[in-house]
């Protein structure tokens, strides 16, 4: 059970509305209850009124009573779900904002072995699962175990045998049931929660790789793996279904025999004179207080498949990011210097080291190109500066200062990125590129757009054209477009550019590097490139391989020096 602890601790913050709403379920289903109880003595007492020609028989007062708990029952229903609905809504927002908290630290170390869609899955159905444990679970039984008392203390006025009788057949069935419906629904609730995020993760692939999935012709294996998941989800909520049908068939074959059982007792404890029609009042509390342990062996049958989710959730919350920051380190704003000294680093679970005693130093306003073969280490290198990773050892210090005792948001603005994979949101065009200065005004997006050769994006609807799913598609070098855009938007001391110009031709390479040179005149670059083009303005190039530097130089000497550098230039 400690898996749920956590999730109680946050209920702390909402208890009064929590509570309160146990209190007007507790009304209502006493309410629901007494109607039953007191119309049943009602008409069997008009009756036997009738009969023996009672003449003062109070017919006033039940009705009123009749017609009171009528009243409560609904109005309680309904304020009950009002107050208790409000109060759980609240605690999930505050669940699923302190979960993405958790989460965003742990991007890209921790969650790079799980899938987007199981991430959303344990975001969206996972938290809501927690909403379980106060409507399913902790609300039923504080009402029903109230409930058990205040009826039998009842029966035991009026009767103390049978008081204690419907008392302790209550009892034992509120503690015996969950035992019971626990262990039968814990496989199959395990079952539902893994198979729902199998399902939600083979539907979004299949969706998400239709284009290729047609090319390639396998569309139709890859259905099938999505309609064998769906299979094995429907599998096991109907078993979840059969075992809800055999408890409530067990509840009401009790509810009868507990029903006989009382009015057994009942007739020989309160029938010494004419006919009683408390008879029918303990007959009808019977059958109504039932509905207090009903709830009860759903909530146990069904707690597995909370467990379940509350583990997914506690894996992602008890996490420790690769890389913490400090929130009272290094203010800022940086000058631009970079010290890499002796850094070796390797991916988690990788034995290669993508990394091998790296060192560079790049001065404020000094220019770097960085070549080297594909997978050499040149994006990690640059993962390592804005602190994905951490290198596994030696040091990189951005103004002398050890990046780790930088605060995030310091760094943040210390550095601009154009990543190799640019990501384009699925907003307007403003912004996707306000991201990057929140503040910039239209002009100054237009501005930057025509700078950059996009100003045919804004042909239809301006900068409110939609990007993203759905929205404008574009090409491989409009994307690489948006991210320079945002580049020349982020005005930061230190420019890390991957890659930025491929899958362009070479003229807008050209006016593209231009641009970017143009904007970093007084910046620190790092320029890592395949395209031999440009090297010979830049102040340093250095050439990788298998994860070192194996030349360092400017681009005059590096050329004649007959190395690997050379040997590119040969090749073209
Ligand atoms: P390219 O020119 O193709 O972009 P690169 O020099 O940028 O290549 P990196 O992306 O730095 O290469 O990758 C260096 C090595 O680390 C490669 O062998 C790659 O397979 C591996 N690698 C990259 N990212 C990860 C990761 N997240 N987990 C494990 N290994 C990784
Ligand atoms: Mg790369």
Not at 2 to 17: A, C, E, R, S
Not at 168 to 190: D, N, T, W
Not at 449 to 470: F, M, Q, R
């Amino acid at each position: 059970m400690h898996d749920l602890i956590p999730f109680l601790k946050m209920y702390k913050d909402h208890w009064k509305g929590l509570f309160f709403g146990i209190f007007l379920s507790f009304l209502t289903l006493a309410s629901a209850i007494s109607l039953l109880t007191l119309s049943g003595w009602f008409i069997a007492a008009s009756a036997v009124a009738g009969v023996l020609a009672i003449s003062n028989f109070n017919f006033m007062l039940p009705a009123a009573g009749v017609r009171g708990f009528s009243i409560a029952r609904t109005a309680g229903r309904w304020f009950e779900r009002v107050v208790s609905h409000n109060s759980t809504f609240k605690l999930l927002a505050d669940l699923r904002i302190f979960f993405f908290e958790k989460l965003t630290p742990l991007i890209p170390g921790k969650i790079a072995n799980l899938r987007d869609a199981d991430i959303l899955n344990r975001l969206v159905a996972d938290v809501d699962a927690m909403d379980h444990l106060y409507l399913r679970l902790i609300s039923p039984l504080f009402v029903a175990f109230i409930g058990i008392f205040g009826i039998s203390g009842f029966l035991y006025w009026i009767e103390p045998l049978l008081g204690l009788t419907l008392g302790a057949v209550l009892l034992f069935l509120s503690v015996g049931f969950p035992v019971l419906f626990y262990h039968l629904g814990r496989p199959h609730g395990e079952e539902i929660t893994q198979e729902k995020t199998h399902l939600r993760i083979t539907l979004l692939d299949w969706l998400q790789g239709q284009a290729e999935l047609q090319i390639f012709g396998a569309s139709g294996r890859f259905r099938a793996k999505t309609e064998e998941a769906e299979k094995k989800l429907l599998k096991a909520q109907r078993k979840m279904a059969c075992i809800s049908a055999f408890s409530v068939a067990m509840l009401l074959t009790l509810n009868g025999m507990t029903l006989i059982l009382m009015l057994w007792l009942a007739a020989d404890t309160l029938t010494q004179g004419p006919p009683n029609p408390l008879i029918a009042l303990v007959a009808f509390a019977t059958i109504a207080s039932f509905e207090l342990i009903m709830p009860i062996s759903g909530a146990f049958q069904f707690l597995s498949q909370t467990r379940t989710s509350a583990t997914r959730l506690n894996e992602i919350l008890e996490a420790k990011p690769e890389t913490a920051f400090d929130s009272k380190g290094h203010p800022g704003p940086a000058k631009g210097n970079i010290q890499i000294k002796n850094v070796r680093f390797a991916y988690p679970g990788m034995q290669k080291m993508a990394l091998h005693d790296v060192s560079l130093s790049l001065q404020k306003g000094e220019k770097m190109a960085l070549l080297g073969r594909t997978g050499c280490g040149k994006s990690t290198l640059l993962q390592l500066i804005t602190r994905a990773w951490d290198p596994c050892a030696g040091s990189i210090h951005l103004d002398g200062i050890p990046l780790h005792q930088w605060r995030e948001s310091a760094l943040r603005q210390a550095i601009t990125v154009v990543s190799q994979r640019v990501d384009i949101f699925n907003d307007a065009l403003r912004n996707n590129l306000r991201l990057a200065k929140p503040t910039a005004t239209d002009e100054e997006l237009i501005e930057i757009l025509e700078k950059v050769n996009l100003s045919h994006l804004l042909e239809k609807s301006g900068l409110d054209v939609w990007l993203g799913d759905a929205g404008r598609p574009l090409s491989g070098g409009e994307r690489r477009r948006i991210g320079i855009a945002r580049a020349l938007l982020h005005d930061a001391p230190l420019l890390l550019l991957d890659e930025p110009t491929e899958g362009l031709d070479m003229k807008t390479e050209q006016e593209i590097l231009a641009l970017l040179f143009e904007h970093a005149k007084e910046k620190t670059v790092l320029f890592i490139t395949h395209r031999l083009v440009g090297l010979n303005k830049m102040d340093r190039v250095c050439v990788m391989d298998e994860g070192e530097i194996i030349e360092q130089g400017t681009h005059e000497t590096l050329k004649n020096a007959g190395g690997q550098y050379a040997q590119f230039f040969q090749r073209i």
